[in-house]
């Protein structure tokens, strides 16, 4: 819009490609190719492809639909019952987990049960970190995301999927285990944004049995994170305490995706499947190679 800058009359913006997202530069205007003729459509020229966003309104007790497969699945009910149709549902491909060799051992012990009803996880070696596929990229944009490296954008793209929150870690900050457990009271603990949080005894945590790497159900830890240094990850999926996570995230002022979820109950029985459709991806798109077992702690 035409606005005064320092007094002068501007009529516009010149801008980066990071500025219009359009890319990730930011040197300088984004000049483009001088034979374009004058009026192409910029989604054109930039190849931008079309796509459409319904947004719904839920809830809080339909936590069954904060993803794609559970929308789904409940349009799928309507309109059978509905207009007397046999629609199925197709479920997103996931592969059989037969590592060749339980080569990246984990001991998952859970000792706080009724804050973690079910905990499952695997380890994937091999892992190049780099940026998401194209596709990966602009699914993630479309529904407000920002990409960051391939294995945290195909955790996001599962939540959204699926509903089920995921998170991966830095396998060599695990020294081969996974406690979780309640937090010590007073600790401190950094997490992914940098910021310094104060715990109590109240908050649940997963750890390595003597340091703690993740809010759980709520922000990852900064020394835990996937960065384009790791090459094995720990990935988990669980069903978290709805009301233990919502003190939590609501005493420290964390209000995450995956809080959102946990703290009003996600699907107790996808987990595994979640877990499944990630690991998948992860061996597909980052070159991973499983190494380890899908290990399910469901006492209950």
Known sequence: KKSKIRGVVSEGMICAEDEIGLGESHDGIMVLASEI???TAAADYFDLKDDVLIEIGLTPNRCDAMGHIGVARDLLAAINVNQNKDLKLNWPSVMELNP???????????????????????????????????????????????????????TNYVMHELGTPLHAFDYSKTNGKIVVKKAIEGEEFITLDGEKHKLSSQDLMITNGENSLCI?????????????????????????????????????????DASFRFERGVDVNIVPFALKRAASLIVELCNGELATELIDCYPT
């Open 100 to 154: 060749s060799a339980n080569s990246l051992p984990i001991e998952i012990e859970v000792l706080a049960q009724d804050d973690a009803p079910r905990y499952c996880g695997l380890t994937i070696r091999n892992v190049k970190v780099a940026p998401s596929p194209e596709w990966l990229q602009q699914s993630l944009r479309t529904i407000g995301l920002s990409p960051i490296n391939n294995v945290v954008d195909i």
């Open 216 to 256: 759980a159900g709520v922000y990852g830890g900064l020394a835990s994170g996937v960065s384009e240094n790791t090459n094995s990850i720990f990935l988990e999926a669980a069903y978290f305490n709805p009301v233990s996570i919502r003190k939590t995230a609501k005493k420290l002022g964390l209000h995450t």
């Open 37 to 39: 003729e004058p009026g």
